[in-house]
């Protein structure tokens, strides 16, 4: 890691980046489980939201010019409504609560360290921000859809050891386009806590 740069931007600095991080998610998001067919207008919406909130934060991984990683967190009193409502309806007061979007990675970085390092830089962010909750969801895809790659791990192992636990009584669903498919499709995400020690 010690060729490569990481910059955290907050907030309206996140805009001038857009381009890099749009890129990069239609490139990760195409691997499974997400196979997410993603288009440069709807990354644009999407990255707004974080641009627009002062609160938000997106860690970036440079080697050289080029972007190669990026994570982002947003408090989720700040985020979308759709985030929200799975825990309003759970009853979880949203002003504790620091949102995790996304971490992406191109696949010849993995493997460093890097993982860590955006959920390290991201609970930081939640304990400066007073909030003692982390969450993030992940999309639940069926052991035998026909595009799982043979031997594929996935990440829950890596996230218990960071302290996560998946709730399974914590879902929402989320639309997008699966490669191949002309319409967006639902898909079930299921979400993962940890409460931070203080």
Same mark, same amino acid.
């Given at each position: 890691?010690?060729?490569? @740069?990481?910059?955290?931007?907050?907030?309206?600095?996140? #805009?001038?980046?857009?381009?890099?991080?749009?890129?990069?998610?239609?490139?990760?998001?195409?691997?499974?489980?997400?196979?997410?067919?993603?288009?440069?207008?709807?990354?644009?919406?999407?990255? @707004?939201?974080?641009?627009?909130?002062?609160?938000?934060?997106?860690?970036?991984?440079?080697?050289?010019?080029?972007?190669?990683?990026?994570?982002?967190?947003?408090?989720?009193?700040?985020?979308?409504?759709?985030?929200?409502?799975?825990?309003?309806?759970?009853?979880?007061?949203?002003?504790?609560? $620091?949102?995790?979007?996304?971490?992406?990675?191109?696949?010849?970085?993995?493997?460093?360290?890097?993982?860590?390092?955006?959920?390290?830089?991201?609970?930081?962010?939640?304990?400066?921000?007073?909030?003692?909750?982390?969450?993030?969801?992940?999309?639940?895809?069926?052991? $035998?859809?026909?595009?799982?790659? #043979?031997?594929?791990?996935?990440?829950?192992?890596?996230?218990?050891?960071?302290?996560?636990?998946?709730?399974?009584?914590? @879902?929402?669903?989320?639309?997008?386009? $699966?490669?191949?498919?002309?319409?967006?499709?639902?898909?079930?995400?299921?979400?993962?806590?940890?409460?931070?020690?203080?």
């Amino acid at each position: 890691m010690s060729n490569l @740069q990481i910059e955290s931007l907050h907030g309206a600095d996140i #805009a001038r980046e857009r381009d890099a991080l749009a890129a990069l998610r239609c490139t990760v998001f195409r691997e499974w489980p997400y196979l997410y067919d993603g288009s440069p207008e709807y990354e644009a919406k999407y990255l @707004q939201v974080y641009v627009d909130c002062p609160r938000a934060m997106c860690v970036l991984v440079r080697d050289g010019g080029r972007c190669i990683g990026a994570s982002t967190v947003i408090p989720l009193a700040d985020a979308p409504a759709d985030m929200q409502q799975p825990f309003i309806d759970a009853g979880h007061e949203l002003s504790r609560i $620091d949102y995790f979007g996304e971490s992406v990675l191109l696949n010849d970085y993995r493997g460093r360290g890097l993982g860590v390092k955006f959920f390290e830089l991201r609970e930081a962010h939640a304990r400066s921000l007073n909030l003692p909750v982390c969450a993030f969801c992940a999309v639940q895809r069926p052991d $035998d859809h026909p595009l799982r790659p #043979a031997g594929y791990v996935p990440n829950d192992g890596f996230w218990q050891r960071r302290g996560y636990r998946k709730v399974p009584a914590l @879902q929402t669903t989320l639309s997008w386009p $699966d490669i191949g498919d002309v319409e967006s499709t639902r898909k079930p995400m299921t979400y993962w806590l940890r409460e931070l020690k203080q």
